[in-house]
């Protein structure tokens, strides 16, 4: 068993509490100077790029800054963005990207095909990188280093794309109060969760595909779970959207399927999703339904589900990673593999 990893899981909750220390007047007074910017025309285009769960981590971000900005704010995966839309990098952009390790080589590409971005934010692990040497506002943080698949990176940097955007809408009042309920869940997640691994892969098996499907911000925790499979149990993945997954997927459940449904909190998607998880049992199918307690109650008693406390709706990503997290260490070994040991690649990619 890889010790680094559960190391690093373990390490969670105090890089979480400690990102409140983030929270400064002079972060403030250069996030409001960014937002000047946006409102008097200087910046015309919000650009959120990253890859793998650093690129996941901006989805919840991207849903709610393109709703509360009066710019157009769009999502890319750094390679399509370098390789398919350069000209995107001009004057006029606020660019905001995330790298855990700030040299992956895409990310180190964009900063050289930079064609004079109006304003550039870096968020990642450490302080001096290729990335946080070319942005113009820097968050760093500082979780110390990573070996394995991303478990504190990963959630560190939702935090602080969490704070930045809040910053950016003018809502810092309940940010460090906010930060501190996720470290105690976290915690308490970390000391409860484990004693249900063991049942949880005895219900999903290890030896069929597992599909992860989500709406709005829990997309993204589906899309993270199905990398962190793949990376950390060497195990065949998808990720679906709750609407995707009706065009065409469904064909796939029968008796073998196997499935992790994140709720989400209450909204207007929740009886979808509830109706998706009762369909997928209909057909013979198995859904874990990953549930925030504020919805617990809507859940029926025939669907297996797994419980997390209630945060901000913008740090509920954080809570559903981490059973995907825990569950990689028998689901690995049931499979024949160290936990989250590269195999055929490394933890910094630098090859395109």
């Not at 499979?335 to 055929?344: H, Q, S, V």
Request: charged share 20%; aromatic share 4%; glycine share 8%.
């Amino acid at each position: 068993m890889s010790q680094s990893y559960l190391d690093e899981i373990g390490e969670q909750p105090a890089a979480i509490r400690k990102l409140s220390h983030l929270i400064t007047a002079s972060l403030i007074d250069e996030v409001k100077a960014i937002r000047t910017m946006i409102d008097t025309g200087d910046v015309r285009h919000v650009i959120l790029t990253g890859m793998g769960g650093s690129l996941f981590s901006a989805y919840g971000t991207w849903l709610r800054l393109s709703q509360a900005l009066p710019v157009p704010v769009s999502l890319w995966d750094t390679s399509e963005l370098i390789q398919q839309a350069p000209a995107l990098l001009r004057s006029g952009a606020l660019v905001v990207a995330i790298s855990q390790s700030g040299e992956s080589v895409e990310l180190c590409r964009m900063t050289e095909l930079d064609a004079g971005v109006s304003a550039r934010v870096a968020i990642t692990n450490t302080r001096d990188n290729k990335l946080s040497r070319w942005a113009s506002l820097k968050l760093a943080t500082e979780v110390g280093p990573e070996q394995t698949v991303s478990t504190k990176t990963y959630t560190a940097g939702i935090v602080a794309l969490y704070i930045f955007e809040q910053l950016l809408v003018g809502h810092q009042e309940a940010l460090a109060e906010e930060i501190g309920i996720l470290a105690d869940a976290v915690e308490s997640l970390l000391s409860t969760l484990p004693e249900q691994m063991e049942e949880t892969l005895a219900y999903l098996g290890h030896e069929q595909p597992l599909t992860f499907i989500g709406r709005g911000g829990s997309y993204a925790s589906a899309m993270m779970a199905a990398l962190v499979t793949a990376e950390a149990a060497k195990a065949p993945t998808q990720a679906l959207s709750g609407g995707q997954f009706r065009h065409g997927p469904l064909e796939l459940v029968r008796n073998g399927f196997r499935s992790m449904l994140f709720l989400g909190g209450p909204g207007a998607t929740l009886d979808l999703n509830l109706k998706t998880a009762a369909d997928i049992s209909r057909l013979g199918g198995r859904c874990l339904v990953v549930v925030p307690d504020a919805t617990a109650i809507a859940v029926s008693d025939d669907l297996r589900t797994l419980r997390l406390p209630d945060v901000a709706e913008g740090l509920r990503p954080v809570l559903e990673i981490l059973p995907i997290q825990l569950l990689m260490v028998p689901m690995a070994t049931a499979r024949g593999f160290e936990p989250a040991k590269f195999l055929n690649g490394s933890k910094i990619t630098i090859i395109e």
